[in-house]
Structures are given as C-alpha cells and as structure tokens.
C-alpha cells in the first residue's frame, strides 16, 4: 500500500506563493502517474495537474501560467509550485497516485493540505 505524505499548505496573501510537496512511500516505479486535485468550500474535488516519470505533465486550463508540477523521482516526491496566489485558490490541496501511467483515476490519495489565500 502506498503512502502519501503531503506538506507545504498554510496562509498567504493574495499575490504570494507556496510551495506543496508530496512523499511517497515505496519505489518510484509504483506511482508512475501523480497529480494534485484542489476542493474549495462547498465544491467538488477540481484536477490542477498531473505529471508522469518522464518529466511530461497536464494541467487544467485554468492552472496554466501560475501553478507549475514537478517531480523528483529519486525522492519519489512530487511538487506543485503555486505563484500570484488568488483568494479563490484556497481549497484543500490532494497530492494523488496511481500505478498505471496513463488513466485518469487515482488509486492512491494523500490526506491534502490546506491553502488559504488572504485579499
């Protein structure tokens, strides 16, 4: 079973930046394919980005430009790099792993990490 350990939420200020990790536990062969998903407050769970071993990443239009994901597959870790934070940017953030490298479902789940963004 795959473990997922995400860090880096918090509170910022409208305009500012985090930066959200993700451990996994286990060899990197087993989450080929990791994303991050956001819930906001009364909103379904929204896909941000995904990226697979070899670096190739997808993002939801509305993520492109500010949100960045990237991986270190040496560390089995996964980031997601959020710049010019909005107010409507605050959610739980879910880091997300799946064995198959190509799909759209998610087998593995973090417990998310929350980012608040303050106007």
């Known amino acids: 079973q795959v473990q997922l350990v995400e860090s880096g939420g918090g509170l910022v200020q409208a305009g500012g930046s985090l930066r959200l990790s993700c451990a996994a536990s286990?060899?990197?062969?087993?989450?080929?394919?990791m994303g991050w998903f956001r819930q906001a407050p009364g909103k379904e769970r929204q896909f941000v980005a995904s990226?697979?071993?070899?670096?190739?990443?997808t993002y939801a239009d509305s993520m492109k430009g500010r949100f960045t994901i990237s991986r270190d597959n040496a560390k089995n870790t996964v980031y997601l790099q959020l710049n010019s934070l909005k107010p409507e940017d605050t959610a739980v953030y879910y880091c997300?792993?799946?064995?198959?490298?190509?799909?759209?479902?998610?087998?593995?789940w973090g417990q998310g990490t929350q980012v608040t963004v303050s106007s």
């Open positions: 997300a792993a799946d064995p198959q490298s190509v799909g759209i479902a998610y087998k593995y």
């Open positions: 286990g060899p990197t062969i087993s989450t080929p394919r």
């Open positions: 990226i697979v071993l070899t670096g190739i990443s």
